[in-house]
């Protein structure tokens, strides 16, 4: 099928920056969109930003302007994050929306990666 993996978060001080990696793998014919997600200690997950297989991007309020998504193939994404703030920590989750293969029949899904630790403290 598809998995998702993330890496990139850890332990940074307030202002600093980190770069998020989404990994998709397996018998993927395309991804329609990807997200990224968060969820603090005690709270629901969130949506962070969107990007579409077109490019289009869309971000939440809090991020907006310190955070981009990005793609870089078919299967790779990236959230660069600026100017982090205590209240960015989170474990971050990356999110795909994907046509996939299997036994010859195409299928859609969504598919979730198990999440990288963000931690902004000083």
């Known amino acids: 099928q598809v998995q998702v993996v993330e890496s990139g978060g850890g332990l940074v001080q307030p202002g600093g920056s980190l770069r998020l990696s989404c990994a998709a793998s397996g018998d993927i014919f395309g991804i329609r969109a990807t997200e990224w997600h968060r969820q603090a200690p005690g709270k629901q997950r969130d949506l962070v930003a969107r990007i579409t297989r077109d490019g289009t991007t869309t971000y939440e309020d809090p991020v907006r302007g310190r955070f981009t998504i990005s793609r870089e193939d078919k299967n790779t994404a990236y959230l660069q994050m600026n100017r982090l703030k205590p209240e960015d920590t989170a474990v971050y989750y990356c999110?795909?929306?994907?046509?996939?293969?299997?036994?010859?029949?195409?299928?859609?899904?969504?598919?979730w990666g198990e999440g990288t630790q963000v931690t902004i403290s000083s």
């Open positions: 999110h795909i929306e994907a046509v996939y293969r299997h036994e010859q029949i195409y299928y859609t899904g969504d598919f």
